[in-house]
């Protein structure tokens, strides 16, 4: 259902039949790069939302991390990702997305201006606005 997501590039190895999950997982990935520093202490809040999320033991959870990794670095530009998302995750999961998102954001630290505008920007694209 997805995999006509990811064509941006040509990975050596196939990429694996992406699922909601992976989708989610990739854009965790992607919070965590969006300021071109990819922390330890984001990597391991990332094994830690995808154990608790998908009932995975640590090394389920760092497996799928680095498909996660792989699938992000194929995957469109943030906009396109975000609408896909939005069109095939159910609300209440978005919005719990957008929780953890924070949570992969304030991991390392140190609050960054481009993950707090990728956070602001997602709110507003995956959330129902009241207008």
């Known amino acids: 259902m997805f995999a006509s997501w990811f064509?941006?590039?040509t990975p050596s190895e196939p990429l694996p039949e992406v699922t909601t999950e992976l989708?989610?997982?990739?854009l965790l990935v992607r919070m965590a790069k969006v300021d071109e520093?990819?922390?330890?202490?984001?990597?391991s809040t990332l094994?830690?939302?995808l154990a608790d999320r998908f009932d995975l033991?640590?090394?389920?959870?760092?497996k799928m991390r680095a498909t996660c990794?792989?699938?992000?670095?194929a995957a469109p530009d943030t906009d396109e990702f975000v609408a896909l998302v939005r069109d095939n995750v159910p609300l209440g999961d978005r919005a719990a997305l957008l929780t953890v998102l924070q949570r992969v954001a304030e991991a390392d630290g140190v609050e960054r201006a481009e993950e707090m505008a990728l956070i602001k920007e997602l709110r507003l694209s995956l959330l129902p606005t009241d207008t």
Not at 37 to 43: D, P, Q, T
């Open 7 to 9: 064509t941006k590039s």
């Open 23 to 26: 989708a989610l997982g990739a």
């Open 37 to 43: 520093v990819y922390h330890h202490a984001e990597i």
């Open 47 to 49: 094994d830690r939302v």
């Open 57 to 62: 033991n640590p090394v389920e959870a760092a």
């Open 69 to 73: 990794e792989q699938l992000e670095k």
